[in-house]
């Protein structure tokens, strides 16, 4: 098969590309470079993917569609996987444009690619911050999910109603897949597991926001993955409605068109996660307590339910052994580096 995914060299996108790769398939990359965090470690990434033969990297930004066109035509895709995008929820507060222009203007761009090449199935990167403040745990693709807390989540939530429109007027097949706080090896270094294990061993003190009272839906990268492989397989259709109504399919009526939660359904405190990371480095945390942050929500809790059913997976790996493999890289990779 023929694959071109956006954010190739990103956290995610790195490491689809390399499963996809070493199952032997065709993986055009784009990526726009960003320094949004250092792009010496998205370098790395590429050039990893790059001691494939199978690979084939076009660097453009979402905003430019011609350099999106040149991608096309380079790796002439069977499928389309989306994961591109401006992140980062306290971000979007200091530069909300970023988001618009990457987010809105980026990934309508790749709505339009996908109408022009009619792939067998575009996958899209959606995220949790789209329920916001939910007070319905855990949270169900099915929940209302209209009041956002960000722009981040205004822009993806915005993303998944494009793509529905596509889908029904191009007779395009999308999955729009909802992630839970994705972590791992190469990871970013803006997110919560990367700042706490860099200041621990650097005898810095860590920033815990709202108390430590939050919680999140890990997610660990390898899971994430599988989910996401499994799931270009099932090309939305009618014949392939997973559960009954009263259940929450959320296959439309009116296009070839599903969102899918991707997380365990194991929500772990923010402390728990702390004194989890503190054991995997072997060293106690000098702790900062902060008030909750403009943008946060208290909590994230997947229901893996649809995932299950559509694939027969859900995440099982436990926080304390992803965890541990996130140090055992950072010690290996980013102390030497």
């Given at each position: 098969?023929r694959?071109?995914i956006?954010?190739?060299a990103?956290?995610?996108?790195?490491?689809?590309?390399?499963?996809?790769?070493?199952?032997?398939?065709?993986v055009?990359?784009?990526?726009?470079?960003?320094?949004?965090?250092?792009?010496?470690?998205k370098q790395r990434?590429?050039?990893?993917?790059?001691?494939?033969?199978?690979?084939?990297?076009?660097?453009?930004m979402?905003?430019?569609?011609?350099?999106?066109d040149?991608a096309?035509?380079l790796?002439?895709?069977?499928?389309?996987?989306?994961?591109?995008?401006?992140?980062g929820?306290?971000?979007?507060?200091?530069?909300?444009?970023?988001?618009?222009?990457?987010?809105?203007?980026?990934s309508?761009?790749?709505?339009?690619?996908?109408?022009?090449?009619?792939?067998?199935?575009?996958?899209?990167?959606?995220?949790?911050?789209?329920?916001?403040?939910?007070?319905?745990v855990?949270?169900?693709?099915?929940?209302?999910?209209?009041?956002?807390?960000t722009?981040?989540?205004?822009?993806?939530?915005?993303?998944?109603l494009?793509?529905?429109?596509y889908?029904?007027?191009?007779?395009?097949?999308?999955?729009?897949?909802?992630?839970?706080?994705v972590?791992?090896?190469?990871?970013?270094?803006d997110?919560?597991?990367?700042?706490?294990?860099?200041?621990?061993?650097?005898?810095?003190?860590?920033?815990?926001?709202?108390?430590g009272?939050?919680?999140r839906?890990?997610?660990?990268?390898?899971?994430?993955?599988?989910?996401?492989?499994?799931l270009?397989?099932?090309?939305?259709?009618?014949?392939?409605?997973?559960?009954?109504?009263?259940?929450?399919?959320?296959?439309?009526r009116?296009?070839?068109?599903?969102?899918?939660n991707i997380?365990?359904?194991?929500?772990v405190?923010?402390?728990?996660?702390?004194?989890?990371?503190?054991?995997?480095?072997?060293?106690?945390?000098?702790?900062v307590?902060?008030?909750?942050?403009q943008?946060?929500?208290?909590r994230t809790?997947?229901?893996p339910?649809?995932?299950?059913?559509?694939?027969?997976?859900?995440?099982?790996?436990?926080?304390?052994?992803?965890?541990?493999?996130?140090?055992?890289?950072?010690r290996?990779?980013?102390?030497?580096?």
């Amino acid at each position: 098969m023929r694959y071109l995914i956006t954010g190739t060299a990103g956290f995610i996108g790195f490491h689809l590309a390399k499963r996809l790769l070493d199952d032997g398939h065709f993986v055009t990359g784009f990526d726009g470079m960003t320094p949004y965090y250092d792009i010496r470690l998205k370098q790395r990434r590429h050039a990893i993917l790059a001691r494939s033969n199978g690979f084939r990297p076009v660097i453009g930004m979402l905003e430019d569609k011609d350099a999106l066109d040149r991608a096309a035509e380079l790796g002439e895709p069977d499928v389309i996987v989306h994961l591109a995008a401006q992140a980062g929820v306290r971000y979007s507060l200091e530069n909300p444009k970023a988001y618009v222009d990457s987010n809105l203007t980026g990934s309508w761009n790749v709505l339009e690619l996908a109408h022009k090449l009619k792939p067998q199935h575009l996958l899209l990167a959606s995220t949790s911050s789209i329920y916001g403040a939910n007070e319905k745990v855990p949270f169900a693709e099915t929940d209302r999910a209209d009041e956002p807390m960000t722009i981040y989540a205004a822009t993806k939530k915005s993303m998944e109603l494009m793509a529905h429109s596509y889908a029904h007027l191009h007779q395009i097949p999308t999955t729009a897949f909802r992630f839970f706080t994705v972590y791992g090896p190469w990871g970013r270094p803006d997110m919560a597991l990367f700042k706490f294990v860099d200041a621990i061993l650097n005898g810095r003190p860590i920033e815990i926001y709202g108390e430590g009272r939050m919680s999140r839906d890990f997610t660990y990268i390898d899971d994430l993955v599988e989910a996401i492989v499994r799931l270009m397989q099932v090309v939305p259709a009618p014949d392939n409605r997973a559960v009954a109504d009263t259940f929450g399919d959320t296959l439309s009526r009116h296009a070839p068109f599903r969102i899918v939660n991707i997380g365990g359904g194991q929500p772990v405190e923010l402390m728990r996660f702390v004194e989890t990371v503190e054991a995997a480095v072997g060293k106690a945390a000098i702790r900062v307590m902060l008030p909750m942050q403009q943008g946060d929500v208290p909590r994230t809790f997947a229901a893996p339910d649809l995932l299950q059913a559509l694939t027969g997976f859900t995440p099982t790996i436990s926080v304390e052994d992803g965890v541990k493999r996130f140090v055992d890289w950072y010690r290996a990779e980013m102390t030497a580096a």
